[in-house]
């Protein structure tokens, strides 16, 4: 079968945070949206039919998971990074952010430093603050248009804590890396989770990123590295990204530790809603029979990554990529532009007018980046491109 991405759908009036939110964000209707990560194509035709199927039932009662949903997870994971993960281990939510904030609230305590790597998806640091929690920036270190983990500077950090006396409970670790786009190897993961074993840190592993991969990349998931630092992991991962299903507000939190996934479940009675009938439904679909269709999705995201790099090396080199390894959102080094880096989010959204994420969004690190999304059909991100290509060749 052959999956189509690049049929220009209009998304306008569905209520898509992407294309009918850029007044509220941007100030502007006229911006050509490359911002939200989502996907500007439909999900698998299997998980449409599914949809369909349930929502024929005509009844929409109060919902659990159930085995089959359970089995689609358990496969996947063992199928695409061989964990093996067991049943009891699984709890199903809403979304990968709630379930952070649940985390935070059931494992720590207020006052307590949780780490982040910056620059990083900006819920990250909410997260921390609405939890009560200090916020630790460890930043990645940038050097020949790459991002490595520093952990120099995180053991400085966690020794310096501890001869103030003062506690640090977690760290938030994003893998996949939104924005930056690093696939962290076994081996990054292994030297991080020394550290994190020396220092008894919970690492709240976000791995809602970990299907979307480039050639050459394998997803590690960080819990599976050994016994000791799967006991004081916890996984989140969703089938949305992947298969663009966000809007309906499904993901899966892994917790083999069942001293703290009685109390993460504790932290959510109250605040969770229940399952999401059809989002269960679109997960377990996904799962079982998305699988073709990812690989068609990961080379169409191949070429359009190719097609970026190629434009602008050719017209603009000024700006320079930083060549993702997985994720289908870039992060643009713009520094080599003629403004100064305070001006290049106006620049491009009032100049280009395209809809990217502004570097600040991320936190420190993240000043004179764009971060764009290239889930899109190619003539769109080609239109983007020329109008930051108009709107630069203006500035001379
Ligand atoms: C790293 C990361 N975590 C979480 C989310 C959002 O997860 P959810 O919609 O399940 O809350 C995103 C969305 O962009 C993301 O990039």
Not at 10 to 27: A, I, P, Q
Not at 205 to 230: C, F, M, R, V
Not at 291 to 307: H, M, P, T
Request: glycine share 6%.
């Amino acid at each position: 079968m052959e999956f189509v991405f690049t049929n220009n759908i209009n998304r306008k009036g569905t209520c898509s945070v992407k294309w009918d939110l850029c007044n509220e964000f941007f100030s502007a209707e006229d911006v050509l949206p490359l911002w939200v990560a989502d996907s500007d194509w439909p999900t698998v035709p299997e998980v449409v039919k599914a949809i369909e199927q349930r929502t024929a039932h005509g009844i929409f009662g109060y919902t659990f998971p159930g085995r089959e949903a359970e089995d689609a997870v358990i496969n996947w994971l063992d199928k695409k990074y061989n964990w093996k993960i067991k049943r009891e281990w699984l709890v199903f939510d809403n979304g990968v952010v709630p379930s952070i904030n649940f985390a935070l609230k059931a494992l720590t305590n207020p006052g307590d430093g949780v780490v982040i790597q910056a620059p990083v998806y900006k819920p990250f640091f909410e997260a921390v603050a609405n939890n009560g929690n200090e916020l630790i920036i460890n930043e990645l270190e940038y050097k020949d248009n790459k991002y490595n983990f520093d952990l120099d500077d995180l053991e400085t950090l966690l020794e310096e804590r501890v001869s103030l006396g003062k506690k640090t409970a977690a760290m938030i670790l994003c893998s996949p890396h939104n924005p930056v786009g690093r696939v962290w190897s076994e081996s990054e993961l292994n030297n991080l989770s020394k550290i994190a074993k020396k220092y008894d840190l919970l690492i709240l592993s976000d791995e809602i990123h970990a299907d979307i991969l480039y050639p050459g990349q394998q997803h590690q998931p960080t819990a599976n590295l050994d016994k000791q630092i799967d006991h004081q992991t916890i996984t989140f991962m969703a089938p949305s990204k992947t298969f663009n299903i966000a809007g309906l507000h499904t993901s899966f939190t892994i917790i083999s530790n069942a001293e703290m996934r009685k109390k993460y479940k504790e932290a959510k009675s109250g605040f969770a809603a229940g399952n999401n009938i059809l989002g269960i439904t679109a997960l377990t679909a996904a799962f079982n029979h998305g699988e073709a269709w990812l690989e068609a999705q990961q080379v169409y995201l191949q070429e359009n990554l190719q097609f970026v790099k190629e434009y602008l090396k050719n017209n603009l080199p000024e700006i320079k990529l930083v060549r993702p390894e997985g994720t289908y959102l870039i992060w643009l080094d713009c520094n080599n532009l003629p403004l100064s880096s305070e001006k290049i989010a106006d620049f491009m959204k009032n100049k280009a007018k395209v809809g990217l994420n502004p570097g600040e969004w991320f936190g420190p690190g993240g000043k004179g980046f764009m971060r764009m999304n290239i889930a899109c059909p190619r003539a769109r991100l080609k239109e983007g491109l020329d109008r930051i290509y108009t709107a630069v060749k203006g500035l001379s």
